[in-house]
């Protein structure tokens, strides 16, 4: 089915240039007496390469419809991680080069977003936080509160995040997984 430039909006899949490309950003502009036309940035789902282009307001693509699907992560199986629908029980397998660096967030039972196209997944979206247990960190130096200091920390799924002093092995925090910092005790 066909959708017009106009009409695209943030987050839609479109048939473009032989791939499955996402709506980043789409923008009317309009100069003068001049013909209007929008300004589209897509991103490939593929190769993640971003571009921004002029379309006509009437030029049509055809939309991808994607299945998103909340999934339970259960465990990883060699360089495959595996993943439930908690609604039907199926279980899928992603591979580890999908995934990316978003592995280390990876904790049994978390909740994230996947997309699909005719059954294959083209989409992985972690939620904004997760809890992580410290595996790893030096101990808190006595009489170093007077600044605040951070000290390195590894956590139990691989990730190296900058924690307060005061944070011991075994204790969970929270972690912004979009940017990788400490936001707090869990």
């Excluded at 029980?89 to 909740?111: C, K, M, R």
């Amino acid at each position: 089915m066909g959708i017009k430039a106009i009409d695209l909006r943030r987050g839609m899949a479109v048939e473009f240039k032989d791939g499955i490309w996402i709506c980043v950003a789409n923008e009317k502009v309009a100069k003068g007496n001049w013909r209007s036309s929008q300004v589209i940035q897509l991103k490939n789902l593929q190769s993640g390469q971003l571009v921004k282009d002029r379309f006509r307001t009437d030029e049509l693509f055809n939309e991808i419809y994607l299945d998103r699907k909340e999934m339970e992560y259960l465990y990883a199986n060699g360089d495959h991680f595996v993943f439930m629908d908690p609604s039907t029980y199926d279980q899928v397998e992603i591979g580890s080069d999908f995934i990316g660096d978003a592995a280390v967030y990876l904790t049994p039972n978390l909740h994230v977003q996947v997309s699909f196209v005719e059954g294959k997944a083209v989409t992985f979206d972690l939620p904004n936080t997760v809890e992580l247990t410290i595996a790893d960190t030096p101990p808190q130096i006595q009489g170093a509160t007077a600044t605040a200091q951070m000290k390195d920390a590894l956590c139990e799924g691989g990730a190296k995040i900058k924690v307060p002093a005061f944070i011991v092995n075994g204790e969970v925090i929270k972690v912004d997984t979009r940017t990788g910092e400490y936001l707090s005790r869990a």
